[in-house]
Nanobody, 116 residues
């Protein structure tokens, strides 16, 4: 399984970005997919996950971020609205193909910078 994240960039506070993650893998539709982020000097944290069409987000982004997927195109999206400077981080997509609760495949990360 290979993951390729894209869509990061520089945006002003209050703006929006949509991250994409292209996934290789024959059974993508059965994977649990997640987005994580790591801010400078901080540990990596969970942002959102999706299995089938059921998504969930962390409390820190709830109501502002949404995760979705396109099974046919093998893409996972993270729509980020009302961005805040504290959302600045490298964002990673990850896959849990066997649905064990452990993400075993990771993309290379895409940088999101939110200016105040």
């Amino acid at each position: 399984v290979q993951l390729q994240a894209s869509g990061g960039g520089l945006v002003q506070a209050g703006g929006s970005l949509r991250l994409s993650c292209k996934v290789s893998g024959r059974s993508f539709g059965t994977y649990v997919m997640g987005w994580f982020r790591q801010a400078p000097g901080k540990e990596r944290e969970f942002v959102a996950s999706i299995y089938a069409s059921a998504g969930k987000t962390s409390d820190s982004v709830k109501g502002r971020f949404a995760i979705s997927r396109d099974v046919v195109k093998k893409l996972v999206f993270l729509q980020m609205d009302n961005l805040k400077p504290e959302d600045t981080a490298v964002y990673y997509c990850a896959a849990d193909p066997l649905r064990t609760g452990t993400y075993t495949f990771w993309g290379q990360g895409t940088l999101v910078t939110v200016s105040s």
